[in-house]
């Protein structure tokens, strides 16, 4: 991942980024090309960025003096329980005074957990540390976006297979997948900033709520790896373990599918279990996802 360095931090953004890691390298282009203000923290303070490490436990605010003022501070580290958004926001609050900064938050589709389709106003699991600490922050006028399965650049589905996937008893638990490209993920954050500043949000107020971000596709996890384990150009240069590996995952899914009585894959939707409905996020800021695996 190649960072570009930031110019000297101004005393004021329209955008704060709290952890510039993995989807920093698709949001700060499209930041510089949208011409919005930024800056971004590291625990380093590499690349240009502000040095700054949050202490969920800390309530000392010497290190937030470092920070510029911000219309919006995105979140992109998880916060875990009760405390730690209300602390987060407090500490800003107490070395920013200015009329209103809006606080966004990127978490996890995992907090979704009941079976068939869910969407953004379907009920999490309130158990779960991270959907606390986003109910936290929601409380305080927060957005939060619920981002599917990451991936692009470096980061692709197939090289999740060998871990998620390393028995056939494994595998045959597996039904719908979701993702969302980090293009994308950053086209939804600058979305929902330009959506604020300009009043065009097309359903109601972006914040005080929660949003699932996907590409709008639910993928069937048997037809994925079935695509992805087949030959390829590169075959007659592989060696016969890669062959057996590719193999012995297609000879598991024609046996699952003799099994569970598929004729065709991909499955019937019914048969995929969760699902992830994020047509009311892209509606909401007027636009539409532009990656999918199926590209």
């Known amino acids: 991942m190649t960072l570009r360095a930031i110019p000297s931090t101004p005393s004021n953004v329209t955008l704060l980024v709290l952890g510039a890691g993995w989807t920093w390298q698709f949001l700060q282009p499209l930041l510089i090309k ?13 690349d240009g960025t502000i040095q700054f490490k949050f202490d969920p436990d800390c309530t000392a605010i010497e290190a ?5 003022k911000a219309k919006y501070v995105l979140v992109t580290f998880p916060l875990k329980g009760k405390g730690p958004s209300a602390r987060l926001v407090e500490c800003y609050n107490k070395t920013h005074s200015q009329e209103v900064t809006r606080w966004i938050q990127l978490g996890s589709t995992g907090i979704f957990t009941a079976d068939g389709w869910n969407d953004s106003s379907s009920p999490i699991d309130e158990s779960n540390e991270r959907g606390i600490a986003e109910n936290e922050l929601i409380s305080l006028g927060g957005c939060v976006l619920n981002l599917a399965g990451l991936y692009g650049a470096s980061r692709q589905p197939g090289n999740w297979i060998a871990r998620v996937a390393k028995t056939k008893e494994q ?5 719908a997948l979701h993702l969302i490209h ?7 954050v600058v979305g929902v900033v330009k959506s604020d500043v300009e009043g065009k949000e097309t359903r109601g107020s972006l914040f005080g709520r ?6 709008c596709v639910s993928y069937d996890w048997w037809l994925l790896v079935w695509e992805l384990m087949g030959e390829t150009s590169e075959d007659e240069d592989d060696d016969e373990s890669k062959i057996e590996e590719r193999t012995k995952y297609r000879k598991w899914i024609v046996e699952l599918m003799e099994e569970n009585g598929i004729r065709g894959l ?9 699902k992830l409905d994020a047509r009311d996020f892209w509606k909401a800021i007027g636009t539409s996802p532009r990656h999918s695996m199926a590209r």
């Not at 949208?34 to 590499?46: M, P, R, S, V």
């Not at 937030?64 to 510029?68: D, H, I, S, T």
């Not at 939707?269 to 969760?274: E, I, Q, T, Y």
Request: aromatic share 4%.
């Open 182 to 188: 980090g293009t994308d993920v950053a086209r939804g």
């Open 34 to 46: 949208e011409k919005i203000t930024h800056a971004a923290t590291t625990t380093t303070g590499h």
């Open 266 to 274: 991909p499955r019937p939707m019914d048969a995929l279990g969760r």
């Open 171 to 175: 595998l045959a638990g597996k039904g």
């Open 210 to 215: 929660r949003w699932i971000v996907a590409d």
């Open 64 to 68: 937030y003096k470092a920070l510029p």
